[in-house]
């Protein structure tokens, strides 16, 4: 079985080059493997399921074409796509995926997936909104508001987010160490996405972490600076070979 894992993507219909990239990813792999986890921040934002708008119907079809080639699509939550729900996964045929953890087991591997946030403990501001956000009331409350006040909402939260990851060391918004060894305890590999810090972690025991990148475009200036002009991100494919981290180029 072949099962390819990617984080981070961040789609929105102000940045086309990355739903081009993913659209490409999903011709390239739809008769490649028999799984792909989108594995948290799908979306920059996600303001409900009830959101119809016209820049998300190319990205349904080609999942639709994708899943009707026998392969299957999963989704968990991330940080800004956490309000995304099965609703939205039954348009084309996708499962969506509750837990904070899963594991996945292949080639004698046993893989813990998530999407990061929660490994990251000493952001302790952060852990507090999470839980705040996610409450079940709040999380009704804000779904039940008009779609035109949901899109200021997501706005504004965007901005707070960023002036506060400036005020941020880059220390406290990576994993918590003790918080992996946990994991890991139980586990050969833990996968996981959100820091935008793509890397193959090895441990003296034998165990891996292996983070899933950020799905990234050039700025135009660096682009012509150092002659790239293709946007790029870190995924992985697991199979018979093990739990691999390869560059996407799109």
């Known amino acids: 079985?072949?099962?390819?894992?990617?984080?981070?993507?961040?789609?929105?219909?102000?940045?086309?080059?990355?739903?081009?990239?993913?659209?490409?990813?999903?011709?390239?792999?739809?008769?490649?493997?028999?799984?792909?986890?989108?594995?948290?921040?799908?979306?920059?934002?996600?303001?409900?399921?009830?959101?119809?708008?016209?820049?998300?119907?190319?990205?349904?079809?080609a999942l639709q074409?994708?899943?009707?080639?026998?392969s299957r699509i999963?989704?968990?939550?991330?940080?800004?796509?956490?309000a995304l729900g099965q609703q939205f996964m039954q348009r084309f045929g996708g499962r969506l995926i509750t837990k904070q953890r899963i594991t996945i087991k292949n080639n004698n591997l046993s893989v813990a997936l998530e999407h990061g946030d929660a490994l990251c403990t000493d952001d302790i501001s952060y852990q507090r909104f999470k839980k705040i956000i996610r409450n079940p009331l709040v999380m009704y409350t804000l779904?039940?508001?008009?779609?035109?006040?949901?899109?200021?909402?997501?706005?504004?939260?965007?901005?707070?987010?960023?002036?506060?990851?400036?005020?941020?060391?880059?220390?406290?918004?990576?994993?918590?160490e003790q918080a992996v060894a946990t994991v890991l305890n139980h586990h050969d590999i833990l996968l996981h996405g959100h820091t935008h810090r793509p890397a193959?972690?090895?441990?003296?025991?034998?165990?891996?972490?292996?983070?899933?990148?950020?799905w990234r475009e050039p700025e135009s200036t660096a682009g012509?600076?150092?002659?790239?002009?293709?946007?790029?991100?870190?995924?992985?494919?697991?199979n018979e070979h093990g739990l691999q981290l390869i560059e996407w180029k799109f």
Do not use: C
């Not at 074409?65 to 026998?70: I, N, Q, R």
């Not at 972690?201 to 950020?214: A, S």
């Open 65 to 70: 074409v994708f899943t009707a080639s026998g």
């Open 224 to 238: 012509l600076a150092t002659g790239l002009s293709y946007g790029s991100a870190m995924i992985a494919l697991l």
């Open 1 to 61: 079985m072949q099962q390819l894992f990617i984080a981070d993507l961040h789609l929105s219909p102000n940045h086309p080059r990355l739903v081009r990239g993913f659209l490409d990813l999903l011709q390239h792999y739809r008769t490649e493997v028999d799984e792909l986890y989108i594995v948290g921040d799908w979306f920059e934002a996600w303001l409900g399921d009830d959101d119809h708008s016209a820049w998300l119907d190319n990205i349904v079809h």
């Open 143 to 176: 779904l039940h508001l008009p779609l035109s006040l949901r899109r200021k909402v997501a706005q504004q939260a965007r901005q707070k987010s960023k002036a506060s990851h400036q005020r941020k060391s880059a220390y406290i918004m990576d994993v918590n």
């Open 74 to 82: 999963f989704f968990m939550h991330g940080n800004r796509d956490f």
């Open 200 to 214: 193959i972690h090895e441990y003296n025991n034998g165990k891996k972490r292996i983070v899933l990148g950020d």
